[in-house]
């Protein structure tokens, strides 16, 4: 019975992360436009990696906020303090970042 419920729990979470996913934004040419001017060697692919990453690592433990919910600046106090928790490696964390602080935008 306690293996059922702690399954049924598990199993909540999961879609809960993969429906965050689906509502966090994409980020478009106007926003890789937008980051180049703040990270000059920031690709599209980065930020949709930095997405990924952010539904996939933070959307594990809960609901990944918006970007918009948080000021820019405020983004890379919050990855610091989440990085060792999501077991991101620095490139990932700087990937997260790059992707909210544009988004937050």
Not at 12 to 20: H, S
């Amino acid at each position: 019975m306690a293996f059922k419920v702690k399954a049924s729990l598990l199993a909540l979470g999961a879609l809960a992360a993969c429906a965050a996913g689906r509502a966090l934004p994409i980020a478009g040419p106007a926003d890789v436009a937008r980051a180049a001017q703040r990270y000059p060697d920031l690709t599209a692919d980065d930020l949709a990696s930095g997405r990924q990453l952010f539904a996939s690592r933070c959307g594990a433990c809960h609901a990944p906020p918006a970007p918009t919910s948080k000021a820019a600046d405020l983004w890379p106090k919050e990855i610091h303090e989440m990085k060792v928790r999501a077991r991101l490696d620095d490139a990932q964390a700087r990937l997260i970042e790059r992707y909210l602080v544009t988004m937050a935008n």
